[in-house]
């Protein structure tokens, strides 16, 4: 069945530096791509999502591309602050509207 | 607009009680749907309601049941409760569109249940 492959964390930073968090899927047709946020003791929030190949997501200075060649949509932020800091998920959404998730990625950003 | 909200925040339970956990949808969304969310781990679809109707289901067992009203906020219902049970339980609400937005979903604040 289809499914989501994360990088494990924690992803450890320093305030202003490059991040990368990747994710890769595995899909029987042409799925939509997610990055939710969950922020401690919160639900999850939407991040941004891609619909078809080539797409790119973006908010708040977060990207992602849909890369269909290489069942991709690694998460990247050019630089990072301490409020980022919290679990970040790569999911599809199948024509049903179902989430599948990864397991998710715990980002931490020192001052 | 009001997003999601889910009642209560945290329960308690012991082995082989039954518990109800409660979801209102945003404003304008006729979908819910339901995900567990164990420690460390991703999400677990559990299924969807639209229009009052079970429309998709994971791999759960019956004891997981539910109910969406007809103002589209819902229910589920654990019998029979196990250890393994203890998680976060998230709501996520969509738009009458949301096929044609690629599926996003808003999600609540979660019910956290510890099975003792």
């Known amino acids: 069945g289809d499914s989501v492959t994360q990088m494990e964390g924690p992803v450890t930073l320093s305030e202003e530096a490059f991040l990368t968090i990747n994710c890769t899927y595995t899909?029987?047709?042409?799925?939509?791509l997610f990055w939710y946020v969950q922020y401690p003791g919160e639900g999850l929030q939407l991040l941004l999502k891609?619909?078809?190949?080539?797409d790119k997501g973006s908010n708040k200075g977060f990207e992602a591309t849909y890369r269909k060649e290489t069942t991709s949509f690694h998460l990247e932020k050019g630089s990072v602050q301490v409020s980022d800091s919290a679990v970040y998920f790569c999911?599809?959404?199948?024509?049903?509207?179902?989430?599948?998730f990864g397991t998710g990625t715990r980002l931490q950003v020192f001052p | 607009e009001t997003g999601v909200t889910q009642s209560p925040t945290h329960l308690i339970k012991t082995r082989g009680q039954q518990v109800t956990l409660r979801c209102s949808s945003q404003?304008?969304?006729?979908?819910v749907s339901w995900y567990q969310q164990a420690l460390g781990q991703g999400p677990q679809f559990i299924f969807q309601?639209?229009?009052?109707?079970?429309?998709g289901r994971g791999n759960f067992p019956p004891r997981f049941s539910g109910l969406q009203f007809p103002n589209y906020s819902s229910e589920l219902n654990v019998n029979a409760l196990e250890l393994d049970d203890s998680a976060l339980y998230l709501c996520?609400?969509?738009?009458?569109?949301?096929?044609?937005?690629?599926?996003?979903?808003?999600f609540g604040p979660g019910t956290r249940l510890t099975v003792l």
């Open positions: 309601y639209y229009r009052e109707e079970e429309n």
């Open positions: 404003s304008g969304h006729n979908t």
């Open positions: 891609a619909t078809k190949a080539d």
């Open positions: 996520a609400s969509s738009p009458p569109t949301s096929g044609r937005a690629g599926g996003e979903q808003f």
């Open positions: 899909a029987t047709g042409y799925p939509s």
């Open positions: 999911a599809l959404s199948d024509r049903t509207d179902k989430l599948i």
